[in-house]
């Protein structure tokens, strides 16, 4: 998971793909809550549950406060199956859930003094709530989840959200960097063990910032995630199809509404689900 050679298998695997064609055999898509196929929550929910006992019931306990105030970006397969999903909470009046979670234990720590250290303005933020990929698709699971980062970077950007936060596995966090795409320590907070899994951390990033410092660090990291040239399997929304609709945009992203923290399930099982042995040739950093 964290051997170096992981970039390298990425700019193998990505850097002779063709550009995006009509006939790609996935697409990306965004929705608001209230407007969300079923079969997206269903798969967000399978995902969950097979590595971590989430029931349904859970996930609505955790994110229903939140619900007003959620996006989701998904990945559906030319024969109608659902095979990625990524929960954004966006800015409202319940804030930022991993801010909320930071105050509780284990790390126990004032969120709001946390996020004037970072810099965090919460009524321009994201927050990653989970990422699931079926682990049925082998190495189109890497294709699939470079799709969902995709979508989260161009969707903050298209949003006017420049800030990410999440809470997330450390293997994770180190296969991001891997790309480019380097979080930051919430101040105040470490890797803990939370929600079954152990060393997840409280992250954030400055959108404008982490795209500069890939693009420098890592061009190819950059042309291939970032700016999605290297997804010619995926159909890529258009700007447009990133924003959520007026009704839900007026709940989540208009200033009158903006006033302002849960986890991120990005632990390393969710990076093993990704990363196969028959991935290896393919994309294995995601």
């Known amino acids: 998971m964290s051997d170096p050679t992981t970039a390298g298998a990425v700019a193998r695997g990505l850097g002779n793909l063709e550009p995006l064609m009509t006939s790609a055999p996935y697409r990306l898509e965004f929705s608001s809550a209230a407007t969300c196929d079923e079969d997206v929550r269903r798969c967000e929910h399978e995902v969950l549950a097979h590595w971590y006992g989430d029931t349904r019931e859970l996930l609505d306990s955790a994110y229903g406060p939140y619900e007003e105030q959620t996006g989701f970006l998904s990945v559906t397969r030319d024969d109608g199956r659902v095979v990625g999903a990524c929960r954004i909470i966006g800015p409202g009046p319940r804030g930022m859930k991993t801010l909320a979670d930071i105050a509780e234990p284990p790390w126990e720590v004032d969120a709001g003094e946390a996020a004037v250290a970072a810099g965090i303005d919460p009524s321009r933020c994201w ?159 995601l």
């Open 127 to 285: 927050d990653i709530a989970t990422v699931a990929v079926r682990r049925e698709l082998g190495a189109a699971g890497g294709i699939v989840a470079g799709a969902l980062y995709y979508g989260m970077i161009r969707g903050t950007q298209v949003n006017r959200c420049p800030w990410l936060i999440a809470v997330i596995d450390r293997r994770a966090r180190s296969l991001l960097a891997m790309l480019g795409l380097v979080l930051h320590a919430i101040p105040g907070t470490g890797p803990e063990l939370y929600m079954g899994s152990t060393a997840c951390a409280p992250v954030y990033c400055h959108i404008p910032d982490l795209v500069r410092h890939q693009q420098g660090t890592n061009p190819e990291g950059h042309r291939l995630v970032t700016q999605g040239r290297g997804l010619s399997d995926v159909l890529l929304p258009p700007d447009a199809a990133l924003r959520l609709s007026t009704a839900s945009r007026s709940a989540l992203l208009t200033p009158a509404a903006l006033r302002g923290g849960h986890h991120v399930d990005v632990r390393a099982e969710d990076v093993d689900l990704l990363v196969t042995d028959a991935a290896a040739d393919a994309i294995t950093w």
